[in-house]
């Protein structure tokens, strides 16, 4: 059974940091790129940052450059994304997201969120 578990969202204050987590399990992690989204209300689903299978390769939406880092940890089988002076435009669901295609065919597989909310 695959299994996206994100975790690490709370409240933060303007300028403030927060780091997020998705713990996976249920298929092989390693041979996945692995991404973060973000969806605030009434907005449309946005990608923020995707790292590549053995972390060689990331990149990130311009907003969030230079502000955000995608990491993982292919041993816990975990994601992370480390937030840094965040601002009330960042306030959303973010989602992790792990996708591979092989052989034509595509498996993607969501966690069900953590919400941040940037607020002072």
């Known amino acids: 059974q695959v299994q996206l578990v994100e975790s690490g969202g709370g409240l933060v204050q303007p300028g403030g940091s927060l780091r997020l987590s998705c713990a996976t399990s249920?298929?092989?992690?390693?041979?996945?790129?692995m991404s973060w989204y973000r969806q605030a209300p009434g907005k449309e689903r946005e990608f923020v940052a995707r790292?590549?299978?053995?972390?060689?390769?990331?990149n990130y939406a311009d907003s969030v450059q230079g502000r955000f880092t995608i990491s993982r940890d292919n041993t816990k089988s975990t994601l992370y994304l480390q937030m840094n002076r965040l601002n009330p435009e960042d306030a959303a669901v973010y989602l992790c997201?792990?996708?591979?295609?092989?052989?034509?065919?595509?498996?993607?597989?969501w966690g069900q969120g953590t919400q941040v909310t940037v607020s002072s």
């Open positions: 249920g298929f092989s992690f390693s041979s996945y790129f």
């Open positions: 997201n792990a996708r591979r295609t092989i052989r034509g065919r595509e498996d993607d597989f």
């Open positions: 790292i590549s299978n053995f972390g060689g390769l990331s």
